[in-house]
């Protein structure tokens, strides 16, 4: 059984930093394009970054550029956003996902889901 779980959100302060990971078991991490998305209360899903397999390519959404690094842990099976310069816009549920196919963040694309994981970003 595929399965993705993230975690290393929590509360932070403005401008602080927060380092997510999304795990995966049943699987090899690697063998998917793996692509972040968060939502917030109130508000669509949004694409936040996506590393393809291997780690040839990655996106970011325009409003984490500069900020947010993605990057593979092979060895731990793992994906991380290293996420910097933090917001109270950043403030939502982060889920990680995989999928077989381009590193695009468009959520319709993905369909193995983790749980998420809650970031706070208080000013």
């Known amino acids: 059984q595929l399965q993705l779980v993230e975690s290393g959100g929590g509360l932070v302060q403005a401008g602080g930093s927060l380092r997510l990971s999304c795990a995966a078991s049943?699987?090899?991490?690697?063998?998917?394009?793996v692509a972040w998305f968060r939502q917030a209360p109130g508000k669509e899903r949004e694409g936040v970054s996506c590393?393809?397999?291997?780690?040839?390519?990655?996106n970011y959404g325009d409003s984490v550029k500069g900020r947010f690094t993605v990057s593979r842990d092979s060895a731990k099976n793992t994906v991380h956003l290293q996420m910097n310069s933090l917001k109270p816009e950043d403030t939502a549920v982060y889920y990680c996902?995989?999928?077989?196919?381009?590193?695009?963040?468009?959520?319709?694309?993905?369909?193995?889901w983790g749980q998420g994981t809650q970031v706070t970003v208080s000013s």
């Open positions: 996902a995989a999928a077989q196919g381009l590193c695009v963040l468009w959520p319709y694309e993905y369909g193995n």
């Open positions: 049943g699987f090899t991490l690697n063998d998917y394009t």
């Open positions: 590393i393809s397999s291997g780690g040839g390519a990655r």
